[in-house]
């Protein structure tokens, strides 16, 4: 894997930097609470969960 | 709906969890330090060992959406059950293998035996314990597998020169059977206890997922955005640990054995970090979790930087001992959110495609690894 980098380990750190950021934006992209959970419909008839 | 409905508190259900994951997580882990016996008396080369070590995490990675939609389906109860006999069978039959293709075979199933007990064990939290608790009960589980990466080298070790690698897979099959049973007999619901209850629909007897909830959770954003957060993170964390003793040794000249003390300290912290990741976001306003995890992404990301960064040995240390503390509270929220928020019937479905981002990590890293 570090060869991918022609064997440069800051090349390794960035990678794993970048996806610490991409882990950040995962959660900053999640909605207030109610907009995350799908409601009870008629169609899918799943239950909330309170 | 809580513990009680399984004639049990909620604690008890806890530990059996943490007990079922510590064996999953032995079973997985004790393989790395037989390997090299197995590889002498079976007389195997590099890539064959190399292919027994990863068809495990295919058969793994497979069950996840499966496993979890049984537990949704069927109930976690039986899912649970069956996937610990399954793994502790499997395990034990690692122990009896003669040749490379039975070898294969066997962690392959053993793969596909396990993979339906950590979503069907999110799915056992999600309809006994109160919401307010969850995340620490997802925490104590998860906690398990930190102990299973410290209880391994030392178990492994011992069993190897006392009984050698095939009883060592005997015996820890047996220990996972009979923590098996234990779930069957204690996680079974009263006959009393249902009449008394009767008001509140019981766990094994609540309405199933209906059809084209699938579809719904595949359309809900908090899933596809978990998912990534779980790719991302578990990328991190595969990461650290096999990236950075390299560097170490190779980059900063630290000697082996102060690498051996410095490995333990993200094992030992760990643990304490999961606990209180757990108890801090059970005490999080809903909704706000979001920005705990945002900044334990920036967090996480910062330590890397400052850890590979670091002018001294003492730095790095003190980087390597803060990085578990994200790494825990990424980790509980990435596995907590989903059945905190999300419908109960689809708990198990849910962590299990979540969980499935973790494992298309291992994959893709294998594959880039190879290439």
Not at chain 2, 226 to 231: N, P, Q, V
Request: hydrophobic letters at 50%; a positive charge; proline letters at 4%.
């Amino acid at each position: 894997m570090i060869d991918l980098f022609n064997g440069s380990y800051s090349g390794v750190v960035w990678l794993l930097v970048a996806f610490g950021i991409v882990c950040c934006l995962a959660f900053l992209k999640l909605n207030s609470r109610k907009e995350n959970a799908p409601d009870e419909t008629v169609e899918t008839g799943i239950p909330a969960s309170r | 709906m809580n513990g009680s409905t399984y004639g049990l508190n909620p604690k008890m259900i806890v530990f059996l969890l943490f007990m079922g994951n510590l064996i999953s997580g032995l079973d997985r882990f004790l393989i790395n330090y037989g390997i090299v016996h197995i590889s002498k008396d079976l007389q195997l080369n590099a890539s064959s060992t190399g292919l027994i070590l990863s068809i495990f995490f295919l058969g793994y990675a497979f069950m996840q959406i499966p496993g979890g939609w049984l537990a949704d389906r069927f109930g976690a109860r039986l899912v649970l059950f069956i996937s610990i006999i399954g793994f502790s069978i499997f395990t034990g039959l690692t122990g009896l293998a003669w040749s490379l293709a039975s070898l294969i075979a066997v962690r392959f199933i053993f793969g596909l035996a396990e993979g339906s007990f950590f979503p069907a064990g999110a799915k056992l939290i999600s309809v006994t314990i109160p919401q307010e608790k969850r995340s620490r009960a997802m925490s104590f589980y998860l906690s398990a597998l930190t102990v299973a990466g410290v209880a391994a080298p030392l178990l492994a070790t011992t069993m190897l020169l006392q009984i050698g690698w095939r009883m060592m897979f005997v015996v820890i099959g047996v220990c996972g059977s009979l923590v098996g049973l234990l779930y069957w007999f204690y996680l079974k619901p009263k006959k009393e206890q249902q009449r008394q209850e009767s008001e509140q629909p019981l766990v094994e007897q609540s309405a199933p997922p209906a059809k084209g909830a699938f579809k719904v959770l595949l359309k809900t954003p908090i899933v596809w955005s978990l998912m990534i957060a779980s790719f991302a993170y578990g990328f991190i964390s595969w990461g650290t640990a096999s990236w950075m003793p390299t560097y170490l040794v190779n980059e900063r000249g630290l000697d082996l054995q102060v690498l051996g003390v410095l490995q333990m300290i993200p094992a030992v912290t760990g643990f304490a970090f999961f606990l209180l990741a757990g108890y801090i976001l059970d005490k999080v306003k809903s909704g706000n979790e979001k920005w705990l995890g945002a900044a334990s992404g920036i967090g996480i990301a910062c330590m890397v930087y400052l850890m590979f960064n670091a002018q001294t040995i003492t730095g790095v240390v003190i980087y390597q001992s803060l990085l578990p503390m994200f790494a825990a509270v990424l980790s509980v929220i990435i596995f907590s959110l989903p059945i905190k928020q999300l419908p109960e019937a689809v708990g198990g479905s849910a962590v299990g495609m979540i969980n499935l981002g973790m494992q298309i990590r291992d994959s893709s890293l294998r594959y880039l690894s190879a290439s």
